[in-house]
T-cell receptor, first 111, second 112 residues
Framework: ELKVEQNPLFLSMQEGKNYTIYCNYS?????LYWYRQDPGKSLESLFV?????AVKQEGRLMASLDTKARLSTLHITAAVHDLSATYFC???????????FGAGTRLTVKP | DSGVTQTPKHLITATGQRVTLRCSPR?????VYWYQQSLDQGLQFLIH???????AKGNILERFSAQQFPDLHSELNLSSLELGDSALYFC???????????FGSGTRLTVV
């Protein structure tokens, strides 16, 4: 059975601190995506990682993909309150755009 | 506005009833995906249509069905509704493999 596991599921951080969210998956895939969801809102695409070793950065967020380890990370640098949201990773199973999502990491950044 | 339009935004209905959720994909996107998001199950893949044809099926109940029409809009039909069907239902569309999805704003279904 395919598993996409995120940890931690809940993360409370102080502003200015760094932290990493992990996404492990159990199937062979070269494509992984990160999304952000604000409460009651839709999902917004953050990063598209399409090959082993891919690294993407946008502002205080950086995502990477290790397909051999079946692991993606989302690193947060110097967190700010605006980053408070739920972050999902999604794995493209069979590399045909059918995605399976992790359970999400609910991030709260406190002043 | 993401370009993916879902209607209605909110729906309240009674157990045993039937509802239809509608999704219009972004212009040019041939694929439509339906997901159910609930507190206890997370984001669950339901079904994928590509240019009118069913491409993949996930954890979709037999009481649920979907279709994609020639103009590419899609409808998700939910029947014999139960309290546990209360959830956010998202539609997403994509144009090609490798660029991810664009999600609609969702339909919040409440079954009472």
């Amino acid at each position: 059975e395919l598993k996409v596991e995120q940890n931690p599921l809940f993360l409370s951080m102080q502003e200015g601190k760094n932290y990493t969210i992990y996404c492990n998956y159990s199937t062979t895939s070269d494509r992984l995506y990160w999304y952000r969801q604000d409460p009651g809102k839709s999902l917004e695409s953050l990063f598209v990682l399409l090959s082993n070793g891919a690294v993407k950065q946008e502002g205080r967020l950086m995502a990477s993909l290790d397909t051999k380890a079946r692991l993606s990370t989302l690193h947060i640098t110097a967190a700010v309150h605006d980053l408070s949201a739920t972050y999902f990773c999604a794995v493209d199973i069979n590399n045909n755009n059918d995605m399976r999502f992790g359970a999400g990491t609910r991030l709260t950044v406190k002043p | 506005d993401s370009g993916v339009t879902q209607t209605p935004k909110h729906l309240i209905t009674a157990t045993g009833q039937r509802v239809t959720l509608r999704c219009s994909p972004r212009s040019g996107d041939l694929s439509v995906y339906w997901y159910q998001q609930s507190l206890d199950q997370g984001l669950q893949f339901l079904i994928h249509y590509y240019n009118g044809e069913e491409r993949a099926k996930g954890n979709i109940l037999e009481r649920f069905s979907a279709q994609q029409f020639p103009d590419l809009h899609s409808e998700l039909n939910l029947s014999s509704l139960e309290l546990g069907d209360s959830a956010l239902y998202f539609c997403a569309s994509s144009v090609e493999i490798g660029i991810g999805y664009t999600f609609g704003s969702g339909t919040r279904l409440t079954v009472v």
